[in-house]
């Protein structure tokens, strides 16, 4: 999430340097100075703009003996352990392999939980939600392994944790 944002504000800072770095190697920018320093404007902007939401709203994650409680930017939600079929800590499969897996929820059929459940495993019509990547949580994926078998009991699945985690 953070990372995405400082991403985006590099990425608008050096399209709006570009003219003035072509500049100084003896090239043109052909499109006009003006187009880059509009897309690198919008883009810090926009980078900015998703750090401040970031910072004013957290991500929280709460489990407990009565379920799950998820806070952030747009979601504020109270998943009790009735209401889901299985956690699971996996990677995904539309992301490099290498990367950080997810905690995902995977609510029982007919659970009507207040938010879209549009994750799909390959090969599994059941949908699930894509809570966070574990790596993006302050908690060893250990840590955060062991609480969750703790609550969550046999709907816990740590498909994909971490080699060091373990």
């Keep these: 999430m953070l990372r995405t944002a400082l ?3 590099l990425l608008g800072v050096a399209l709006f340097a570009l003219p003035a770095l072509l500049n ?7 499109l006009g100075p003006w187009i880059a320093y509009a897309m ?18 957290p991500f929280r994650l709460a489990v407990g003996e009565a ?16 209401a889901l079929a299985e956690v699971s800590i996996e990677r995904v499969h539309f992301v490099d392999p290498s990367s950080a897996p997810h905690l995902i929820i995977w609510p029982v059929p007919g ?25 993006e949580l302050r ?20 498909r994909d944790l971490p080699a060091s985690a373990g």
């Design 24 to 30: 100084l190697i003896g090239y043109e920018f052909t």
């Design 67 to 82: 379920g799950l409680s998820i806070r952030c930017d747009g979601l504020n939600a109270d998943v009790p352990w009735a």
């Design 111 to 135: 659970a009507e939980l207040g938010f879209k459940f549009g994750y799909r495993r390959k090969g599994d019509d059941r949908p699930g939600c894509l809570v966070i990547q574990i790596d």
């Design 7 to 9: 991403l985006l504000v």
């Design 139 to 158: 908690e060893a994926p250990a840590q955060v392994a062991a609480v969750l078998q703790a609550y969550a009991g046999g709907r816990f699945n740590a």
């Design 40 to 57: 690198g404007a919008i883009l810090a902007f926009l980078g900015i703009a998703r750090i401040y939401q970031i910072i004013r709203h």
